[in-house]
């Protein structure tokens, strides 16, 4: 299954939450460089593609930015989620749409670099992790080599980078969708069993 191409969400502005208890909630997009939320359309196909591995599921959003991933997560059933975001604006706004709705039991908030947070102690280990950098910063390799200690035994893996290049998840990563809208290629992984023995 493919995504097709299709508008660019364009900050400043608003965005929605498309599903779930959450379904038609508007999201601020404040005018950031680098901000870049992932299409209504791509959101919709990426979470059809979740849906059976959503509930109950302890999510990691490494580049919050609007919410748009990890808030939509919560939207449709996952338990809790990691919002992770460096920039004091976006955390900001982040902080109050959780409170927005009601949803601080379940949504955690943390103004932190991806980077420094991933060397810090663990927040505990997590299903399903988003990475969508900023795509100037090239951070996808980075944050691949110090995802492991995160990660639940059969962890998903959503990986978001410009349309024409990709990122390649690398070892321990396999394949499960992937496709491309006008600006960006998506692909979700699901990690690979380790083998008996293996530490």
């Known amino acids: 299954m493919h ?13 929605r939450i498309i599903g779930g208890r959450w379904r038609g909630t508007r999201l601020p997009v404040p005018d950031v ?5 992932t299409s ?15 509930p109950g599921a302890r999510v990691l959003d490494l580049f919050a930015g ?15 989620a990691l919002l992770v975001e460096r920039d004091p604006r976006l955390a900001q706004a982040l902080e109050e749409t ?14 932190a670099d991806a980077l420094a947070l991933l060397r810090a102690p663990l927040h505990g280990r997590f299903d399903l ?36 290049a990709g990122v390649p998840a690398g070892e321990g990563w396999l394949p499960h969708r992937e496709g491309r809208s006008r600006d960006a290629g998506h692909a979700l992984y699901r990690r690979a069993p380790r083998a008996p023995g293996r530490r």
Do not use: C, K, M
């Open 3 to 15: 995504l097709q191409a299709s508008p660019v969400n364009t900050a400043p502005g608003r965005i």
């Open 33 to 37: 460089p680098g901000l870049r939320p």
């Open 40 to 54: 209504d359309r791509a959101r919709e196909t990426l979470f059809n593609w979740l849906q059976p591995v959503l």
């Open 66 to 80: 609007t919410g748009a991933l990890g808030l939509e997560a919560l939207s449709r059933g996952a338990r809790e």
């Open 98 to 111: 959780v409170q927005r709705l009601h949803a601080g039991d379940r949504a955690r908030v943390v103004r």
């Open 129 to 164: 992790v988003f990475v969508d950098p900023p795509f100037a910063d090239g951070l996808w390799q980075p944050v691949l080599d110090g995802l492991a200690p995160w990660l639940a035994e059969d962890a998903w893996l959503y990986l978001e980078s410009p349309g024409q």
